[in-house]
């Protein structure tokens, strides 16, 4: 579970360095790495704002 856990938090900057999120914000979601890191991924955006 941890694994899981810190792979998608490693991966995260990939993606949103590669995707232009101000741009196309509607895109993270459908992208191949949402698939594993749906929850992270919101963490993530909290974090930010």
């Known amino acids: 579970m941890d694994i899981l856990t810190t792979v998608p938090y490693s991966l ?3 993606p949103c360095s590669l995707l232009p999120t101000d741009s ?3 895109s993270r979601f459908p992208i191949p790495d949402s698939r ?3 929850n992270p991924m919101f963490t993530y955006q909290i974090q930010t704002l």
């Open 12 to 14: 995260l900057p990939l």
């Open 24 to 26: 196309i914000p509607d």
């Open 36 to 38: 594993f890191t749906i």
